[in-house]
């Protein structure tokens, strides 16, 4: 069920499945995408748990703001989180969702109960990426995507070690070798993070479907652990 919440000063809308009396998932897409992104697995988890599914601002049916802080979205996220009186979650983010599930442990280390970072980018300065051109491309506001590429290319450099302050059993899917990140450099950063390589390229749940959801299934069932 699609549905809109006032968070945090801007209209977030998002789709819930699931027992609301199940713990809470939280499903968080990449650049450009909506919460269609996660068709199918949000069927596969709400089997278990209270699925939120967003639309992160910028994107979808959400407001778009003119303004895009990654940590900003993070507290989308959070106060989302407070709107259905969840005091803990599990995350899932891919890639712009990957970052802004990372800045959401970071910030609110206390909240997220399992972190899974899909195919992510390190908060290290990425100068050699191509220039943004705009085309015709629609479902997304433009100004989000050169907001977030300016965060991409020099974010701020407290957001590399407060990657240390994450708390949650983490588990970082890597795309492999046709992935534009090294997603290997983000697990080293955070602590006792588990890091599993599946080559698929930058969209691992929708290349590889399957292996990727057996490698969350197995991180979600199996024992917590931390470093």
Do not use: C
């Not at 990425?126 to 020099?154: K, N």
């Amino acid at each position: 069920m699609i549905r809109e919440a006032d968070v945090n000063g801007i209209r977030l809308a998002y789709r819930e499945e699931g027992d609301p009396a199940a713990p809470v998932l939280v499903l968080l897409h990449g650049r450009t995408a909506d919460h269609n992104d996660w068709n199918g697995f949000t069927q596969h988890f709400a089997a278990r748990y209270h699925v939120l599914v967003p639309d992160l601002r910028g994107h979808g049916l959400s407001d778009f703001p003119g303004t895009y802080p990654i940590p900003e979205m993070a507290e989308d996220v959070a106060a989302l989180l407070d709107r259905h009186g969840a005091a803990t979650a599990t995350v899932i983010g891919h890639s712009l969702g990957g970052m802004v599930a990372y800045h959401l442990a970071m910030r609110h280390p206390e909240r997220v109960a399992r972190l899974v970072l899909e195919d992510t980018a390190l908060p290290a300065p990425m100068r050699d990426r191509p220039a943004l051109v705009e085309d015709g491309s629609v479902g997304f506001d433009w100004r989000m995507m050169h907001d977030t590429e300016r965060q991409f290319r020099h974010p701020d450099p407290a957001w590399l070690d407060g990657l240390a302050r994450i708390t949650a059993p983490t588990l970082v899917i890597s795309g492999g070798e046709a992935s534009p990140f090294r997603a290997g450099l983000l697990a080293e950063r955070i602590p006792g993070a588990k890091l599993v390589t599946i080559e698929a390229g930058h969209l691992v749940h929708v290349t590889e479907r399957a292996a990727f959801r057996r490698a969350v299934d197995a991180f979600l069932d199996g024992p917590a652990f931390s470093g």
